[in-house]
């Protein structure tokens, strides 16, 4: 890869153009899931290979990048106001460059530009290979081209070869800077999602579920454990629906560990986020027999009601949920559990909500990441459903189920 001679343009009294040549600097904002911390990662080690510079405030920087969630309004409404806030930024530093990411650009597109006319280009999740190139285009090219997009590839219309092959192409094997070394990386292990939950814009903006080689995850392993890293999380939407033909054996999750543990250096391994129809005996058996895999598993239930299940479009029942806890405990001495769930989502009764708490008590979950449902455009949910159940009353179930969450904490502290 060409590296970047950063250059600054300069008006000179004449009225000619001069530049200075100086270390060109990016800041990047992430918000949301485990996805976009990788994804950004993985843009801040591309960017650093080509000279650039990565600094932590916003006024210093001549590329500003935001790497945005569409899961809650609340997350899109904050990038709105943080890009407004830096009109003023991109009039003081006309040469500057502002972009957005991940998710909420996938969604919105064009949407971003007319909201925000001083943002310079919008890159999908599934189109980061073209950041560097984006950049640099906007650099050298005078005058400046058109707003750019480039969206991921959509399921509806075009082929899931061309959508797969999408994702494909930003795997960048990552240098972990001297001033960022840490113990810990997370490692991408699926793209996508295909579970298709009503209230989720995930499987629309990330893509199909796809699985990346067994090759090259021990690979990407292998060469953070040569820079000092000893604790991976393999992460994935549906981490556990993790599946590769490999000739003609099929490789799983519960095969995957078996390989990741031979590398020496790795010390643990977690494996985040779990779909409560994955965790299969195989899978449960690994985590119990190897020694380096953690006996935490996160495993998402969002309610505890058969009704709210199915309108969620979860594919599983409370029931069948109960039994896997069962399972995992009676399977992994010692396993410990934590789970999402989201109260006050369409249609949900009292009786409804009381099955979730039920549930909770029943699981005994270490902890558990509680949301009020929120609509968001493009889910089959706002489509098909009113969120009907008012604020006041979001509100005091999203406390009550915390404190039913904080009180088993609690005693489970007490017990360790």
């Not at 064009?110 to 310079?120: G, S, Y």
């Not at 295909?194 to 814009?201: A, E, H, L, T």
């Not at 903006?205 to 990407?220: A, T």
């Not at 454990?225 to 054996?249: A, F, H, P």
Request: charged share 25%; with cysteine; glycine share 6%.
């Amino acid at each position: 890869m060409l590296k970047w001679s950063p250059q600054i343009v300069e008006d000179t009294a004449e009225g000619h153009q001069t530049y200075q040549s100086m270390p060109q600097k990016f800041y990047i904002e992430t918000l949301g899931c485990q996805m976009n911390v990788l994804d950004s990662e993985l843009a801040c080690s591309v960017l650093q290979q080509t000279g650039r510079v990565q600094t932590d405030t916003p006024a210093d920087a001549d590329v500003i990048l935001f790497n945005t969630c569409s899961v809650r309004q609340h997350a899109e409404d904050k990038v709105y106001s943080a890009i407004g806030r830096l009109k003023g930024w991109k009039e003081e530093k006309p040469h500057g460059i502002l972009g957005v990411l991940g998710c909420m650009a996938q969604k919105d597109q064009k949407l971003i530009f007319q909201r925000a006319p001083h943002v310079d280009f919008v890159l999908g999740p599934g189109r980061l290979n073209r950041l560097v190139e984006t950049i640099d285009q906007l650099l050298h090219e005078s005058p400046r081209p058109a707003k750019t997009i480039c969206a991921s590839l959509h399921r509806a219309t075009n082929s899931h070869a061309d959508v797969l092959e999408s994702f494909r192409l930003y795997n960048p094997d990552r240098m972990i800077p001297d001033t960022q070394k840490t113990d810990s990386a997370l490692v991408r292990i699926t793209f996508g999602c295909d579970q298709f939950c009503s209230y989720c814009v995930v499987p629309f903006v990330r893509g199909p579920e796809q699985s990346r080689s067994p090759k090259d995850i021990v690979n990407e392993v292998q060469h953070l454990s040569d820079q000092g890293v000893t604790r991976i999380t393999l992460i994935g939407q549906t981490v556990n629906s993790y599946r590769y033909q490999e000739g003609e054996k099929q490789v799983r999750l519960a095969d995957l560990l078996y390989r990741i543990v031979d590398v020496d250096a790795v010390e643990q391994i977690d494996f985040v986020t779990n779909y409560p129809l994955g965790m299969d005996e195989d899978l449960l058996q690994a985590v119990r027999d190897l020694p380096k895999v953690s006996k935490h598993l996160h495993v998402p239930a969002q309610s505890g009601s058969d009704t709210v299940l199915k309108r969620m479009n979860r594919h599983y029942t409370a029931a069948h949920y109960r039994e896997m806890t069962d399972r995992i405990y009676g399977t992994i001495p010692g396993a410990t559990m934590t789970s999402d769930f989201i109260v006050g989502f369409c249609g949900e009764t009292e009786e409804d909500f009381e099955q979730t708490v039920d549930l909770v008590k029943y699981c005994r979950f270490r902890n558990s990441f509680i949301f009020k449902y929120s609509e968001r455009a493009g889910t089959k949910a706002a489509e098909l459903y009113a969120d009907d159940v008012p604020e006041d009353v979001k509100k005091y179930r999203n406390n009550r189920l915390l404190e039913v969450q904080i009180e088993i904490s609690r005693q489970q502290t007490i017990n360790d």
